[in-house]
Each structure stands twice: as structure tokens, then as C-alpha cells.
């Protein structure tokens, strides 16, 4: 959740904020939630007492977070505050995604205090993530037996059961998430901050919740690497122009898009592509032709995918994914968007095969990376 506020796609102050003596204060940043970046391992003790030190939390002006948790009811943080004082590790009173957003509206409310001052922030929730278990008035508007499962998920009793239970939990996640995304919209509303503010709705993975038989993250298929990526907020001066855009996003386009919706220029070293024109513009934006995959060290979860894989979805929506030395999977989205043919090893489509295997080499070579594909 990232609330942009108060710049111009070309950098500058809009009119109605320029005016002023303080029109010239250097932007706020602050960051809440989950961190992950730290390198820390469940091995070396659990993640979320670990305290990240301060020079290794990306520079905000405030942070208050926690380098990893699983358990989105026992949830504690640490960071410092806007003058730089550490705060000391807390728990968080009841449900993670419900006390963060608390903190966030607050910090939100603050910075309404200043409001020719511009401000970025960041709201990173666990939730919805396994375990699935939201407060209850949320669970109690989903039961498995209600919940209507994929056409891809195969019907085997123990892969249903778990289906079902599973997804009753993770929509009452995300259920309650809307909820609180609009408790953050309405803090923007009442303090006068909306129109000025672009929020960027994204995640960082999905989960299969038995499509194909698996569950969890690191999968190739669509239910685990396909993820919201929404751009909404106020600022009607822009000219924004709504709807959608079919160019294929890879996580490295969330800065640069970031930075050009703060009317920043991304750096020259930086990977990815500047989305922000759609938003701002109403123009398409030159992009890559396809989206590039990969499952780098898998993480040894059950029921998921326990080998290194390498893949590419195109914007003709082909999607070709390869094991080391193998070919492994082929779908044409179009026809088959529940993945449930698989074309890979079909003569038939033996071109298509090879020309998404050289766009998938010619991501390798681009990015560095020495994964083995196989000689067709």
C-alpha cells in the first residue's frame, strides 16, 4: 500500500500546494509492516523478535516493522520514529493486518498536520497468507462448504478438503483487507489528502490452494504468480484516465513505476519499467514483450514445487516454463486459462515451443543468470 502523495507527474508541486513559505519542505517517508529484507533466518531464532538495525531500513524517516512473521495473531514491532528515537519491540493488540492499518491511519492523520508537506508511505501486511484465520465476524461470512473452487483443482477428497478450508480462511482475509484499504481511503477523504494521493495496490505472490494439486506459493501456474497490481487514488487534475492494461508487469517495475508516479526519474541502474504513464498520461507505455519467471532456490514447502524452474509469459499470453535441461510446461492462455493442457511435449507445437525457449534464453542472458536449458 503506497500513498503518493501531492506530486506532479513532472515533479512539481501542484498549484494548490506550491503557494506557502514551507512549499519547499523535503518529502516524508515512512514505512509500517512486514520487512523481509534483512537476511535473517527461522534457524538463528524466530524472525519477527529479530530487530532490523537502523541502517538497513531503507532510509524512512519513520519504520515501524518486523523483519518476518507467520503469525498474523502474535505479531510484534520495532523501528524509530519520525526524530530518529528507536522504539522498542512491541506485540501488536489483535489481528496484524486490523493494528497495523491502525498505525498507518494515525501516521496518515500526521502527516494531514503538514499539508503543503509531500509524503510517501508504505503499508506492507502479512495478511492474506497461511495460517488462514481472519477475526472471526470475518470468518463467519465464509465456510468451506460455501466456497466455490477452481475447475483446475482435481477431485480428490484430500485436496478439496483442504481446498475449501483453506480458501474459507484466505477470502475472510481478504475480505477483511478491503475492508481496511477503505478505512485508509477514508482517512485520506476526511483529512483532505485524497485528491492529491495515488494508492498502489500490489502483492508479492498468490497461492494455489489445490489447483493442479498444489497449494501454497512457488509455482509456475497462475493462481501462484498472477497478483493484483492497482493504481487508484484522487488527484483528478492529472488528466488519469481509468481502466486497465494488458502490458505484463514483473516485480522489478514496482519501483520505477513508483518513482515516476512521484515524478522522479528512476535511476540508470535501475531494472524495470516505468509504468506510470498509463496512470498519469493515458498513454501506452513502451514495454518488454513478455514477463520473465523464475523460482531461483525453492523453498522445500509440501505440496509445491521443490525444483529451481525458469519461465516466460507473453503478452500474446503463451506462457512456457522449463526445468533445468527440460522442457516442462506450455499453455495457451487464451484457450486454456485454467492451465489444463499441457502443450510442451505436443509435436504439434513444437515452433511455439522454440520460440518461447529463445525469448526465455534471451531473458536469461539479459538478467545474468545461469540456469541450464535444454538444446531443442
Not at 475492508?179 to 502483492?203: C, D, K, M, P, Y
Request: aromatic share 10%.
Amino acid at each position: 500500500m503506497l500513498p503518493l502523495s501531492r506530486l506532479a507527474p513532472d515533479g512539481a508541486l501542484p498549484a494548490r500546494v506550491r503557494a506557502g513559505p514551507r512549499a519547499s519542505l523535503a518529502a516524508r517517508t515512512g514505512y509500517f509492516g512486514k520487512w523481509h529484507l534483512d537476511g535473517w533466518k527461522e534457524s538463528e531464532g524466530r524472525a519477527a523478535f529479530h530487530v532490523v538495525p537502523p541502517d538497513r531500513r531503507g532510509g524512512f524517516d519513520t519504520w515501524l516493522g518486523y523483519e518476518n512473521n507467520n503469525s498474523q495473531w502474535d505479531c510484534h514491532v520495532h523501528g524509530h520514529d519520525a526524530s530518529g528515537e528507536e522504539i522498542e519491540r512491541f506485540r501488536l493488540p489483535g489481528y496484524e493486518t486490523d493494528a497495523l492499518t491502525d498505525l498507518f491511519v494515525a501516521h496518515l492523520k500526521e502527516r494531514a498536520a503538514s499539508p503543503e508537506q509531500p509524503f510517501f508511505a508504505a503499508l506492507s501486511l502479512q495478511p492474506p497468507h497461511n495460517p488462514y484465520v481472519a477475526p472471526e465476524d470475518w470468518m463467519r461470512r465464509h465456510t468451506p462448504a460455501q466456497v466455490q473452487l477452481r475447475p483446475n483443482v482435481p477431485n480428490v477428497s484430500r485436496i478439496v478438503e483442504r481446498a475449501r478450508r483453506d480458501l474459507a480462511g484466505y477470502y475472510a482475509m481478504i475480505e477483511n483487507l478491503d475492508w481496511n484499504l477503505g478505512r485508509i481511503r477514508e482517512a485520506l477523504w476526511e483529512s483532505g489528502q485524497w485528491e492529491n494521493t495515488h494508492i498502489v495496490f500490489f502483492s508479492d505472490h498468490g497461492d494455489m490452494h489445490g489447483s493442479h494439486g498444489q497449494f501454497l506459493k512457488t509455482s509456475p501456474w497462475e493462481e501462484s504468480i498472477r497478483v493484483p497490481f492497482i493504481i487508484g487514488g484522487g488527484v483528478p487534475f492529472y488528466g488519469v484516465k481509468s481502466g486497465s492494461c494488458d502490458a505484463p508487469l514483473n516485480h522489478v517495475d514496482v519501483a520505477p513505476t513508483t518513482l515516476g508516479l512521484c515524478g522522479i526519474k528512476p535511476p540508470d541502474w535501475m531494472q524495470g519499467t516505468d509504468y506510470s504513464g498509463h496512470r498519469l498520461h493515458g498513454r501506452e507505455v513502451k514495454a518488454p514483450d513478455s514477463a520473465f519467471l523464475q523460482l531461483v532456490i525453492p523453498t522445500g514447502h509440501a505440496d509445491s514445487t521443490d525444483r529451481p524452474w525458469r519461465g516466460v509469459v507473453t503478452r500474446d499470453s503463451w506462457k512456457y516454463i522449463a526445468l533445468e535441461g527440460q522442457p516442462w510446461l506450455l499453455f495457451n492462455l487464451n484457450e486454456d486459462p485454467y492451465e489444463q493442457v499441457n502443450l510442451a511435449h505436443n509435436s504439434r507445437f513444437k515452433a511455439e515451443r522454440r520460440r518461447l525457449q529463445e525469448r526465455l534464453k534471451a531473458w536469461t542472458h539479459d538478467t545474468g543468470d545461469q540456469f541450464a536449458l535444454a538444446e531443442l
